[in-house]
């Protein structure tokens, strides 16, 4: 079980083509399970996909595309810094929640003038998700508590955390019927730019933040001591002890980091577009974010793939309703995909350890190594 | 092999016979054209190196794998097996060579689990299954308690309940796993005169074994096993352990005899006082001497070690498997905390040193579970060498990780030590264990170590390996290498040491003069049986 989970979560590398087969087979198996939905349902698949992807290719969506994967991608890797030292960060979802609302807040105070405001509105959106996460990994360290339960655990806390704070004693303000923090001033709002031709809808900057944390998280894992001993950790605790890796140290650092991350998942949406944090604001993306990390295999290009196709289904899918489609079909999709790209990771992963097994011995060409323990 | 080939010719038919097995993993054939004839009420035994293929047929014949070739006839009739549910309901039974043993379960309880006897559709039938049990034990001569609770039972006394869930099951042809390999000598006595019990009365049993004076002891007939296939079938009476050796390795045995001393007066490790206690006894003072725990009834895994390596000097600890040699390594390398005691390093107190300062301080480590603790299994080779190296040249520049040394450096490790491997960056899973473990001696004698401590560092390797390895240890101790080697292999440990220790239960009990000892005074040794030397 622990080794299929390492194979599930990308710690176990697939080079060259079977790296693009497995995903791409996997969605089009998910599209021919929605078909045969579709068909059930009475509809025509071809019409749904087609409508599906003439409005994933308007100039205005996009841009939604663009922006929403953003955040998307941001918590993917939250989520793959926890997973590649087998650490299962599920409480990205409550990190940015409550590190948006804290930043929110003191983004609407204005204590600073213009960007620097926006600079300071992330640094504590970085500083809440990260002390939030360093709580899991402390108890982990100090009284062996799974982080699977105590982030579970967290994101209740947090839900309930941000509905106390969100109250008009606190930090709240209420505006008519609705109740959110104070609008951070305009000056501080992040810069977009209006990249795709035929529409006034903006590029907002933090698709480059994304971008940024992409390369910066490929760089630090595959480049970095540090990302060498957190794969370590995460192939083989036991090999990583005995060569001198402090399990507890990394365990507390990929926490911080991770909730570092997850501090920023919630930025796009705070600085680019919602400008306050209200009961409207996005919920469960740190959920959408352990989905794109299992597709794209915690690779920093792959999950990037699987923000901009959860994000393309997302923001198409309300096209389908001129179908008189549900636009929940999107979501059996998004259900398949993940479920088929696990199982055919898993038959490429078969195919190629026998592959490379064989490939070893020819290559040797010495008499058949003999190996009574093999199993 | 041709000398020794007696055929067995039996008037019935045998209870057990394979002709022609063979099986093959992607990449390695495992069994090829494997022959074998087990006459009833015989104490049969396999013997074969580590990884020659016993522990795979012993699989097929259980059912646990499927041949790809071959016949297999239980009592003269072909069957064909697809789980060991199949080989159980031919009377086969095995007992493992690792304890499958619920410890908080009753002896009756885990005898009786997944074959309860009914009563009235849902209840158990605890007094049917107790008196079969009884009826069993005394029928056998086990002296097995059903109503006993497992953790409260020696290895021993462990392993005969072992024996008796699969005799519950209706077994007739036992399959003992390496069933010596957990036990003290008197206990392995104790064993064979259950085993003469059982075959008295008509059952037969497979013996798999690498300790050949074991075999030559109670086996009726002892079949060899070289590179996955069965070389020879001998009598006891007609072999010495030294001919079974070479049957078994398939050439005059490697010696791993040193030439001449190098052992300098340069104290490089000095371990002194080192005492742990078992987990499980709650917080104990640091610092509290090994007498005054013991007066406290807690129970120890080392008890105040001392010992000093010199520059150019192999130090053997030698002992049973379980009594402390883990624990004692662990300490050394930071990797378990103790409770006293100290441990100098070149002079400087490394005591509490984490394992990677030590590692950066010079100490090298060969683990004795490669898998577990020497490798990234799926990472390239040249990942592999950077592990346990990740602070130092020519990994790393600074914080970043330097492929182009690291590679380089794995690349002249595959050169000099002829790790086998069509490049470095092949995963280290697809790596015989012999070629794994030249690659790990390689890794742990970069980096200029004044320590290396080497924890069985030929088990499971093929014979070529093994000589390697030697040669490699001999030379780094010609350079002026400390070694810490703790090895079963009592012929290693005698050949390459300069000064041998014995510890039992978690104490140094003895000193041995590797130059006047032999493997079976030494044997006796670690038994606590006696100081003969």
Partial sequence: MSAFMERLTGRVKLDGVFAIVAPVLAVVFAGLVTSVVLLIAGNSPADAFTTLLDQGSTPRIIVLILNTSAAYYLSAVAVAIGFRMNLFNIGVDGQYRLAALLAAAVGGAGLLPGVLNSLLVVLVAVLVGALWASIAGLLKVTRGVSEVISTIMLNAIATGLTGWLLTADRLGVLSGNAIGTTPIPEDAHAPGWALIPGTPMQVNSFLIVAIIVGVGYAVLLNRTRFGFNLRATGRSEPAAVASGVDVKRMVISAMVISGAVAGLVGMPELLGGSFQYSLNFPAGLGFTGIAIALLGRNNAVGMAVGALLWAFLDSSSNALQILDISKELVDIMKGVIVLSVIIAYELVHRYRTVAAQRRVSRELAAPAEVEGAAV | ?533
């Fill in chain 2, 1 to 533: 092999m041709g000398e020794a080939a007696i055929t067995t010719a039996i008037a019935t038919d045998p209870a057990v016979e394979l002709t022609g097995i063979t099986k093959r993993f992607p990449g390695v054939i495992a069994n090829r054209d494997v022959r074998l004839s087990v006459a009833k009420g015989h104490i049969h035994a396999i013997v074969g190196e580590n990884g020659a293929g016993k522990s795979t047929l012993m699989k097929i014949l259980y059912g646990m794998q499927r041949p790809d070739e071959g016949e297999i006839r239980i009592n003269g009739s072909a069957v064909s097996f697809h789980t060991p549910g199949d080989a159980i309901g031919a009377g086969i039974g095995m007992v493992h060579q690792h304890f499958m043993l619920a410890d908080n379960l009753t002896v009756l309880e885990n005898v009786i689990l997944g074959s309860e006897p009914r009563k009235g559709g849902l209840a158990i039938d605890f007094g049917a299954a107790r008196k079969k049990i009884r009826e069993l034990s005394d029928a056998y001569g086990l002296g097995v308690e059903p109503d006993a609770l497992v953790e409260e039972l020696g290895v021993g006394d462990r392993q005969r309940v072992e024996i008796l869930k699969v005799l519950y099951r209706g077994a007739r042809i036992l399959i003992l796993d390496e069933p010596t390999a957990v036990l003290v000598p008197h206990e392995v006595d104790e064993l064979f005169d259950n085993l003469r019990v059982l075959v008295r009365e008509g059952l037969t049993i497979l013996f798999i074994s690498h300790k050949l004076d074991e075999v030559l002891k109670v086996a009726d007939a002892i079949t060899v096993i070289r590179r996955g296939t069965t070389v020879a079938s001998v009598e006891p009476s007609g072999v010495t352990a030294r001919k079974l050796a070479e049957l078994m390795v398939g050439s005059e045995l490697p010696s791993p005899e040193t030439r001449e001393s190098t052992v300098t007066d340069v104290v490089t490790l000095e371990v002194s006082g080192l005492t742990m206690v078992a987990p499980g006894h709650g917080p104990v003072p640091k610092g509290t001497s090994a007498e005054q725990l013991k007066a406290d009834g807690v129970r120890l895994l080392l008890e105040d070690i001392s010992f000093t390596i010199h520059k150019g000097e192999v130090l053997g600890i030698a002992g049973v498997e379980g009594n402390g040699q883990a624990e004692l390594v662990e300490a050394i390398m930071g990797m378990r905390s103790i409770t006293a005691g100290t441990i100098s390093l070149g002079g400087a107190d490394i005591t509490a040193w984490s394992t990677l300062k030590r590692r950066e301080g010079g100490i090298g480590f060969i683990p004795e579970d490669r898998h577990r603790h020497g490798l990234l299994l799926e990472a390239p080779l040249w990942e592999n060498r950077i592990l346990g190296h990740q602070t130092r040249e020519p990994n790393v520049k600074g914080v970043w990780i330097d492929r182009a040394g690291a590679r380089k450096d794995t690349q002249r490790i595959v050169d000099e030590y002829d790790v086998r491997t069509p490049g470095i960056d092949v995963d280290a899973a697809a790596l015989s264990g012999g070629n794994q473990q030249k690659l790990i001696v390689g890794r742990e004698m970069s980096g200029e170590p004044v320590l290396l401590i080497a924890s069985h560092p030929t088990r499971g390797v093929d014979v070529g390996a093994q000589a390697a390895i030697w040669d490699h240890l001999r030379n780094a101790r010609a350079a002026g290498l400390a070694v810490l080697l703790i090895s079963a292999d009592l012929d290693e440990l005698i050949g390459l040491s300069d000064s041998l220790k014995v510890i039992l239960r978690g104490r140094i009990v003895a000193d041995v003069d590797p130059g006047a000892v032999t493997p079976e005074q030494l044997g006796s040794a670690m038994t606590g049986a006696g100081e003969d030397t």
